[in-house]
C-alpha cells in the first residue's frame, strides 16, 4: 500500500472490508508453546467473511506458565491507547481450592502473583495451528479483587485482576539525567538512555530530531521526561505489544500507511458505529521557546569519526582573595603581614571545563577541570636527632594560626587561580582503537588484558561491546609518611623519637618528599566489564586505587597506626567483584563481593534481585551515530524564538480559538511550527467509535480505512484506543476501535505568518 | 428401549440399552418398565452468531485450547425412573449427595470435530465407554472417524479421552462416551399410591485435557462416584 497523505482524504484506493496487502500477521516469537506459520487462515481469522467461523479466545500467561483455560473466568479486557502511557488488562480466575490458583494475596500483600510478569495473548484457532499475537507483555498486576457469590450456581468464589502494561515497572521510578548542550543527541537517544538508567533495556524507537539544549532531569519521572521531549514532535511514549519502549507518531501531516480496510459488514451491530466532530477547534496559534546556541565541534585525534566538544560553565561573585597573616620564624614566633584586605570584588570564582569526545557514536571520554583559588598548604615543622620539634622559618600562617600550634602552613604568601581538580574518564570498546591499554600486574595493575581489544581476523572478531573505563582523579594532595621508626625498639609511642628530619604540617602528620601539597593523582577507578553475546552485562569488576599505607610494625604514622613501609604508596585498595544473572518472571540477581588490598573478603557477598533483566552493555554504534556530531555550546547562550500559525480556513466555521504558550523543548523555529500544526490537526480531529469482531493483528497507532456511508464516512483514520474484550466465556469476542479522523492541514489553511510580536 | 436387532432404533451399535451405568454401577431402573422419558441438550456457548451493520453475520468459535473440539460443548440431561428399585433408588440419591461429578452412560453417542494436524493429539471432551462400562468395547461400539466428510478409518486412534490424528483435515470423531454428570434437581413424586416417580437433571461437565500445561491444577474432573 503506498503511502498516500492526508492532504487528498478519502483518496485511498481502500473501499472495503479486508486486509490490505503489506499488513504481516504478527507470530508471537515467545509463547513456549509452538506455533504455527503465518497463513491465509490467520488473515481470515483476523478479517472473517460472512459465515466463516474463527475460533478465537484468550490466553493469560503468568510468570511464564500458562493459566488454564479450565481456571480462567470468561471477562478478559485488554486495552492499549495512544493516550495513556500505562495500558491496561483485566481477567479473572476460579478460587477453587481457598487459596486461589496464584496463592493468597494475604500472602503477598498485594495481588497473588505479586510482580510476575503477564502477557495476554488474542488467540486464533485455524487449520494451521494456534496463532498467539501478544496483547500485553511483562505487564504487572496493580490491584486484585476477590469475591464470593456462593448463591450463584455460575460464579461461586472468584478473582480478578487488573494491571498495567510493563510501563508500569517503570513509571513510579525517578531518574536523574543531564546532558549538556551542543551534546547533539537526537531525542530518541536520549529517552532511551533515560530508561536505561532505570534498567530498561527494550527499546524500538524511531528517529527523532537532534537536540542542543542543555538537558536536566533531576530525580524526574522518566515516563513524563519522555513524553515532555516527544511532545515537540507530536509522538507519544509508551510500550508496544511486545514490551518495547516506542514513539509512534500521532498525526496525519507526515504521512502513514493504511494496513486495513473496514465496512458497514464488518461493524458489530449491536454497538453503535459513532463519529463525533469538535467544534471548538483551535486556529490561531503562538509559540514562544528559545532556541541553543552552538559552534561547529572541534575534530579531535583518534579518528576521523571523533569529535570533541567543550562547555565552560563559570560562576562570578564577590570573593576576596586570601592572603597571609603571619610569617613563622625558626624560632616560632609569628610576623604580621596584614592579612586580607577584607574587600571583595565581583570576579571569576568558579570555573568548570567539561570536554567530551565521541567516536563511532559513543562517548570515548569526558574531562572535567575545575579551576579556582587554592592556598597551597605546606610542612609547618620538622625534628631534629634529638626528637625535638622545630618550626620552619618561612612558612605562612592565616589569621587564626597561633605560635606552635596547630594551623595549617602555607607555602606562598596568598591563595592563587589555579586547576583545583581534573577529572579525566576513558572509556574503553572491544575496537581497536578505541580499547585501553594492557595492565601491567608488576606496577600493580592487576586487570590484565580485560580493557584490550579483541585481536583482529583472524584471532577474533570484536564485538563493539564496552570492556570497561579508567576514571582518574587529581586533586591537591600531599603525600604522607610514617612520624616514628620502631626499628625494634618497643615501648611506649611517647618513648620513641620522631624520624630525623621529618616534616610535619600543622595537624601533626608526617609529609614525604618536600612537604608541599600538588596536584597529583589521588584516586582512580577502573571498571572492567564483560558481556555476553547480546550485549548483556554478566560482571562487572571494579578496582579502586589510592594512596594506602600497608599494614606493619616497622613505621608508625599514628601511636594506633603501624605499616611497613616509610610512606604512602598509590595502589589497588579495595575491589567490588560484581556478577549479574537473569532470573525468570522479569528480574535479575546481583551479586557483589568486595575485597581489600591482600585480597582478604570485606563483610559477606549481597546479593539483591532487581526488577528487569541485566542491564545493557554500551556498543559501538557502527552505523551512523544519534548524533551528527558534538557542538560547543554555552547552556547560558540561547536566543528566543517564537512563531504564530494561523489556520484561516477554520475560521470560515469556527469561531477564532487563540493559544499563546511557552514550551520548553522545542529546538528551533521549524520545530515551534510544527508543535503549533499539530495543535491545529489534534484540536481539529474529529473521533469515531468503529465497532469490529476480535482483530488481534491491529494496534494502537494503526492507520485504517473505514466506509460507513450512512454516516457520511470513507476515511482514512488512526487508532488511537483499541480494546478488546470478551465479557464472559462463550460470549463474542470483540474489538472496539477509537480513532482519529484528522484534518488536511491544507483544508484547515494553517501556515505560518510573520510573527505580530503578540 | 433396545439395541440393533429388536427396537425401532436399527443402528449399526448398540444405544439406549436397558441398563444404564451411571456412577460406577449398573442400574437396571432404566429397563422399559421402569424408565420414563429420556432428552438431551447442548448447554453452554455453542456457535456465537453476530449480526453485522449490513444484516451479515459473523461466526465465533470460543477458543478452548490447542487440543480442544471445535464445538466441546456440554449437555444436559433430563429423565425420569419409576423408584422400583430402592438400591438404585438409593444410588441415585447418593450421587446428587456427593456433589462431584460421575459417569453416565445411557447409551447416547457423541460426536466432536476437530482441526486435525497429523501426528498432533487431541483431547474428546468425555472419555471413551469402552474400559469404564462392563460390556462395552471397541467391538460392541467402535469408535469412527470421517475425515473431510469421508469414513477413513486410519485418520485416527482413540486411546481412554485422548485422540491421536494420523491425517490433516477436517476430522469428526464418532463415539460412544460416558458423560461426567453433576445430579441435579431430583423431584421426587408420588401421584398415586405406589407409584414413585424420580425425575432429575443430570449436567455434564467436560472434562478433556484441552490446555492445561503438565503440573497444573484444572482440567480433567470428575469420574466415578462413592464405592459400594
Same mark, same amino acid.
Given at each position: ?80 491507547? /495512544? ?53 500485553? $507483555?511483562?505487564?504487572?498486576?496493580? +490491584? @486484585? ?7 450463584? @450456581? ?21 531518574? $536523574? ?48 521526561? #519522555? ?10 511514549? /509508551? ?36 463519529? $463525533? ?26 579518528? +576521523?569519526?571523533?569529535? @570533541? ?30 592579612? #586580607? ?79 583545583? +581538580? ?114 548483556? /552485562? ?56 568486595? %575485597? ?25 554504534? #557502527? ?21 504564530? %500559525? ?87 469476542? /470483540?474489538?472496539?476501535?477509537?480513532? #482519529? ?18 | =428401549? ?29 429397563? !422399559? ?18 449480526? =453485522? ?12 485450547? !490447542? ?5 466441546? &460443548? ?48 487431541? *483431547?474428546? *471432551? ?32 482413540? *486411546? ?7 491425517? *490433516? ?22 401421584? !398415586? ?24 491444577? &484444572? ?10
Amino acid at each position: 500500500m503506498a503511502v498516500a497523505r492526508i492532504t487528498a482524504p478519502g483518496s485511498s484506493s481502500i473501499i472495503g472490508a479486508g486486509v490490505v496487502a503489506g499488513l504481516s500477521a504478527v507470530e508471537n516469537a515467545d509463547a513456549p508453546t509452538a506455533t504455527s506459520a503465518v497463513d491465509d487462515s490467520v488473515t481470515i481469522a483476523a478479517f472473517p467473511p460472512p459465515g466463516v467461523p474463527v475460533t478465537v479466545g484468550f490466553e493469560v500467561w503468568v510468570g511464564g506458565v500458562l493459566v488454564p483455560l479450565s481456571r480462567m473466568r470468561g471477562g478478559v479486557t485488554v486495552s492499549r491507547s /495512544l493516550d495513556r502511557a500505562l495500558q491496561e488488562w483485566q481477567f479473572a480466575v476460579s478460587v477453587d481450592d481457598g487459596r486461589g490458583f496464584f496463592g493468597s494475596p494475604f500472602d503477598a500483600l498485594g495481588p497473588a502473583m505479586g510482580n510476575a510478569p503477564i502477557t495476554i495473548y488474542g488467540i486464533y484457532l485455524t487449520p494451521s495451528g494456534v496463532h498467539r499475537y501478544p496483547l500485553i $507483555t511483562n505487564g504487572v498486576a496493580d +490491584s @486484585s479483587h476477590r469475591y464470593a457469590d456462593p448463591t450463584s @450456581s455460575t460464579d461461586g468464589y472468584a478473582e480478578e485482576f487488573s494491571g498495567t502494561c510493563g510501563m508500569g515497572r517503570f513509571d513510579r521510578q525517578v531518574v $536523574t539525567y543531564v546532558s549538556p548542550a551542543g551534546a547533539g543527541y537526537s531525542r530518541d537517544y536520549h529517552i532511551a538512555r533515560m530508561f536505561s538508567l532505570i534498567g530498561d533495556s527494550s527499546t524500538a524507537l524511531e528517529g527523532m530530531h537532534r537536540v542542543d539544549r542543555e538537558l536536566q532531569f533531576v530525580d524526574a519521572d522518566p515516563v513524563t521526561s #519522555s513524553q515532555a521531549l516527544a511532545d515537540v514532535e507530536h509522538r507519544k511514549i /509508551l510500550r508496544n505489544r511486545y514490551d518495547q519502549l516506542v514513539n509512534p507518531r500521532l498525526g496525519a501531516r507526515f504521512g502513514y500507511n493504511v494496513i486495513a480496510g473496514f465496512a458497514e459488514g464488518d461493524m458489530v451491530g449491536a454497538i453503535k458505529v459513532e463519529v $463525533t466532530h469538535p467544534g471548538d477547534v483551535i486556529t490561531d496559534v503562538t509559540l514562544v521557546g528559545s532556541q541553543q546556541l552552538t559552534k561547529p565541534a572541534v575534530a579531535a585525534g583518534g579518528g +576521523s569519526g571523533r569529535t @570533541s566538544a567543550t562547555t565552560e560553565v563559570e560562576v562570578d561573585g564577590p570573593y576576596e582573595v586570601q592572603r597571609a597573616a603571619y610569617s613563622q620564624s625558626s624560632a616560632c614566633t609569628l610576623t604580621s603581614l596584614g592579612g #586580607s584586605s577584607g574587600v571583595a570584588p565581583v570576579i571569576p570564582r568558579l570555573l568548570t571545563i567539561t570536554t567530551v569526545e565521541q567516536d563511532s557514536g559513543v562517548v570515548v571520554s569526558q574531562r572535567i577541570q575545575v579551576w579556582s583559588y587554592r592556598w597551597v598548604q605546606g610542612p609547618r615543622y620538622t625534628y631534629n636527632a634529638t626528637g625535638d620539634r622545630l618550626c620552619l622559618p618561612g612558612v605562612y600562617l592565616d589569621s587564626t594560626a597561633t605560635e606552635s600550634g596547630s594551623e595549617p602552613g602555607y607555602a606562598e604568601p596568598f591563595e592563587r587561580w589555579r586547576l583545583v +581538580s581534573d577529572t579525566l574518564t576513558r572509556n574503553f570498546y572491544d575496537k581497536q582503537g578505541l580499547d585501553g591499554p594492557v595492565a601491567d600486574p608488576g606496577a600493580g595493575e592487576p586487570w590484565g588484558w580485560g580493557l584490550t581489544a579483541t585481536p583482529v581476523p583472524p584471532g577474533g572478531t570484536a564485538t563493539g561491546y564496552k570492556l570497561g573505563s579508567v576514571t582518574d582523579v587529581q586533586q591537591f594532595y600531599a603525600v604522607k609518611r610514617a612520624l616514628k621508626a620502631r626499628d625494634g625498639v618497643s615501648g611506649p609511642w611517647d618513648g620513641i623519637d620522631a624520624i630525623e628530619d621529618v616534616l610535619v604540617n600543622g595537624a601533626g602528620e608526617g609529609l614525604a618528599g618536600d612537604g608541599i601539597e600538588d596536584l597529583r593523582l589521588t584516586q582512580r577507578t577502573v571498571q572492567v566489564d564483560t558481556a555476553d553475546g547480546i550485549g548483556k /552485562l554478566q560482571s562487572s569488576t571494579v578496582y579502586h586505587l589510592g594512596f594506602d599505607r600497608p599494614p606493619g610494625d616497622l613505621f608508625w604514622y599514628t601511636s594506633t597506626f603501624g605499616s611497613s613501609l616509610a610512606a604512602e604508596i598509590f595502589r589497588v585498595v579495595e575491589t567490588d567483584l560484581t556478577s549479574y544473572a537473569s532470573l525468570t518472571a522479569g528480574q535479575s540477581a546481583v551479586t557483589t563481593v568486595k %575485597v581489600d588490598a591482600n585480597g582478604n573478603q570485606i563483610g559477606d557477598a549481597t546479593t539483591t534481585i532487581a526488577v528487569g533483566d541485566r542491564p545493557d552493555v554500551d556498543r559501538i554504534q #557502527s552505523t551512523t551515530p544519534a548524533t551528527p556530531g558534538a557542538a560547543t555550546a554555552d547552556p547560558s547562550q540561547n536566543q528566543p524564538i517564537k512563531v504564530r %500559525v494561523t489556520a484561516t480556513g477554520l475560521l470560515l466555521t469556527h469561531q477564532n480559538h487563540i493559544v499563546k504558550t511557552t514550551l520548553d523543548y522545542p529546538e528551533n523555529v521549524d520545530e515551534l511550527v510544527d508543535v503549533a500544526l499539530a495543535m491545529i490537526e489534534e484540536g481539529a480531529a474529529a473521533m469515531a467509535v468503529i465497532p469490529i469482531a476480535a482483530n488481534f493483528q491491529l494496534a494502537e497507532g494503526d492507520w485504517i480505512h473505514v466506509r460507513y456511508l450512512p454516516l457520511e464516512m470513507d476515511q482514512d483514520m488512526q487508532i488511537r484506543t483499541i480494546t478488546h474484550q470478551r465479557d464472559d466465556y462463550g460470549a463474542q469476542c /470483540l474489538t472496539t476501535l477509537l480513532c #482519529s479522523i484528522y484534518p488536511s492541514i491544507a483544508g484547515t489553511g494553517a501556515g505560518e505568518t510573520p510573527d505580530d510580536g503578540n | =428401549m433396545s439395541g440393533t436387532d429388536d427396537g425401532y432404533l436399527s443402528w449399526s451399535q448398540p444405544v439406549l440399552g436397558d441398563t444404564v451405568y451411571f456412577g460406577g454401577r449398573t442400574l437396571t431402573t432404566f429397563n !422399559e418398565s421402569g424408565a420414563g422419558p429420556l432428552s438431551w441438550t447442548p448447554q453452554g456457548p455453542g456457535v456465537i452468531v453476530i449480526p =453485522m451493520h449490513d444484516g451479515t453475520g459473523k461466526i465465533q468459535l470460543a477458543y478452548r485450547g !490447542e487440543k480442544a473440539p471445535r464445538i466441546p &460443548g456440554a449437555e444436559a440431561f433430563t429423565l425420569s425412573f419409576y423408584g422400583d428399585s430402592e438400591d438404585d433408588y438409593l444410588w441415585v440419591e447418593t450421587l446428587k449427595a456427593t456433589g462431584r461429578a460421575v459417569d453416565y452412560c445411557p447409551g447416547v453417542p457423541a460426536v466432536e470435530v476437530f482441526s486435525a494436524q497429523a501426528g498432533a493429539s487431541y *483431547s474428546l *471432551s468425555r472419555p471413551l465407554a469402552a474400559g469404564i462400562v462392563p460390556g462395552v468395547d471397541e467391538t460392541t461400539n467402535p469408535t469412527r472417524f470421517v475425515l473431510d466428510g469421508v469414513l477413513d478409518p486410519a485418520a485416527g486412534s482413540v *486411546s481412554g479421552q485422548v485422540l491421536a490424528a494420523a491425517e *490433516s483435515g477436517e476430522l469428526a470423531v464418532w463415539y460412544y462416551p460416558v458423560y461426567r454428570v453433576i445430579v441435579q434437581a431430583p423431584t421426587r413424586t408420588v401421584d !398415586e399410591p405406589n407409584n414413585l416417580v424420580v425425575s432429575v437433571t443430570l449436567l455434564e461437565v467436560v472434562s478433556g485435557d484441552f490446555n492445561n500445561p503438565t503440573g497444573f491444577g &484444572g482440567g480433567g474432573g470428575g469420574g466415578g462416584g462413592p464405592t459400594s
